[in-house]
């Protein structure tokens, strides 16, 4: 049992909280393209702030390219940060000794983009999903085995899946085997990063539902991460926008869907396909930029609609807009929208 002031603690402050994350790649090469180019770094992740509450889903969505998939891995510690901070459940993880780190990873799981590169093609179902709960749990031979059969029937597969190959299931079955494997270890937070873009669009469905039933049942939180905006609104309680590796705009989903403020959010849902209310869909023009040595001022502003020089000419910094509402535009004034 808690001691009162902790538990309050613990209720308040999210699982997980990033703020200041960072990941550069030197593009220089060597000493002559130096010479000739000058210093180059690709800002992949540059500055990102976000959080994710106790029993709460955070959907992470943006264009391909945008840096979604580097914050997952920066999360995980898959990749090392160039700075900033990761608290998991009030621990830094960054500079985290491997024993120490591969503790914390137990309540810390990701799913896949791609089950089919996901799953070792070898490995039987059993040994894919069994091997996270042998290593955290000991667990060995009948108990193994009953284990693994509770977790596949959680996901919706059957025992007699247990000896087969990934090769033997479908795109949705082998999904479903990853989540199970993710779940084995019993984790408080789960990232799943782009989970149902490699499937089909019935099959996306079970799988939209099935992680939020186990979001419910296992009082789960989760950073969904998408492209996939109606997947986003299904399953997240509160939405991050990124663009060329920053936060562009963050609030309740309901908030951020009914009354988008940055011009970038506002471009995704007008080009996004509304099965509800068919309309015709406007793209936006031009390419995303790629953050290699990015301007000063908002990395939005070749393809915004309603930019102004001033925004090249400082800074922009994610500020509080409305109450629980975010966005990175001077276009927006709090006096506009309160």
């Known amino acids: 049992m808690g001691d009162g002031v902790g538990d309050e603690r613990r209720s308040v402050q999210p699982l997980l909280s990033v703020s200041g994350l960072r990941k550069y790649y030197d593009l220089s090469g060597g000493p002559i393209s130096r010479l000739i180019f000058g210093e180059r770094a690709l800002h992949a992740v540059d500055g990102v702030d976000l959080a994710v509450g106790q029993d709460r889903t955070l959907g992470l969505v943006g264009e391909s390219g945008c840096g979604k998939s580097t914050v997952a891995k920066l999360i995980a510690r898959i990749i090392e940060p160039t700075a900033g901070s990761i608290l998991f459940d009030g621990e830094e993880l960054i500079g985290l000794r491997a024993a120490r780190l591969r503790a914390v990873r137990r309540h810390l799981q990701l799913v896949f983009q791609d089950p089919f590169s996901s799953l070792n093609p070898r490995k039987r179902v059993i040994d894919i999903v069994g091997r996270p709960v042998q290593l955290h749990f000991g667990l060995r031979g009948d ?7 509770e977790l596949l029937d959680q996901v919706g597969l059957q025992s007699d899946h247990l000896y087969r190959h990934p090769h033997e299931f479908s795109g949705g079955q082998r999904q479903r085997i990853a989540i199970a494997r993710a779940l084995g270890p019993e984790p408080r937070l789960l990232i799943a990063d782009e989970p149902v873009s490699a499937l089909d669009v019935s099959v996306q469905a079970q799988i939209l539902l099935l992680l939020r039933r186990l979001r419910e049942e296992r009082q789960l939180s989760m950073l969904f991460i998408s492209h996939d905006l109606n997947a986003i609104e299904f399953v997240a309680d509160e939405v991050a926008v990124m663009y060329a590796g920053q936060i562009v705009e963050h609030a309740p989903t309901a908030q951020l869907f009914d009354r988008p403020l940055h011009p970038y959010t506002r471009a995704l849902l007008a080009a996004n396909p509304d099965p509800l209310n068919p309309r015709p869909l406007q793209v936006l023009p031009g390419e995303p930029m790629a953050p290699v040595n990015p301007q000063i001022g908002c990395r939005f502003h070749a393809r915004c609609p309603v930019r102004l020089d001033a925004c ?27």
């Open 143 to 149: 108990a193994l085995q009953a284990r693994v059969v």
């Open 312 to 338: 090249l000419a400082s800074a922009v910094p994610l500020e509080q807009k409305a109450p629980g509402h975010q966005a990175r535009c001077i276009r927006v004034e709090r006096s506009a929208v309160e």
